[in-house]
């Protein structure tokens, strides 16, 4: 079955992020690089995100006509940031692979039609 595990920063996640020296953003990279070694062979599609700050919106609410604006559809402590798109036998697994994220403090795993 298919599922995305898309990957959300929280605020204090970015603001420790953004206080790491070269060294440690180093070993953070290391490890995700593992992460998805690990799982390559489940992985069918995977992608970075830009940060919410680069997100254009479009509002199609009540027929009127769509408002664009810059930025995310909403001021959020939570911002997804990334996916990866993985062919599980079922959600159990799915889970197992999401708990074993070692980047952002939230993973959201949903079925993918």
């Known amino acids: 079955m298919k599922y995305v595990l898309m990957f959300i920063e929280t605020e204090q996640y970015r603001k420790d992020w953004e206080a790491k020296d070269q060294a440690e953003r180093d070993a953070a990279f290391e490890k995700v690089g593992r992460w998805f070694?690990?799982?390559a062979?489940?992985?069918t599609h995977s992608t970075q995100l830009y940060p919410a700050t680069a997100a254009t919106t479009v509002r199609l609410d009540d027929g009127r006509d769509p408002i664009i604006t810059d930025g995310p559809f909403v001021e959020g402590k939570e911002v997804v940031s990334?996916?990866?798109e993985v062919?599980?036998?079922d959600l159990d697994e799915a889970l197992r692979v999401a708990r074993?994220?070692?980047a952002c403090p939230v993973v959201e795993v949903?079925?993918?039609?």
């Open 37 to 39: 070694a690990e799982h």
């Open 41 to 43: 062979t489940s992985i």
């Open 82 to 84: 990334g996916y990866v």
């Open 87 to 89: 062919e599980l036998g």
């Open 100 to 102: 074993s994220w070692p």
């Open 110 to 113: 949903r079925p993918a039609l």
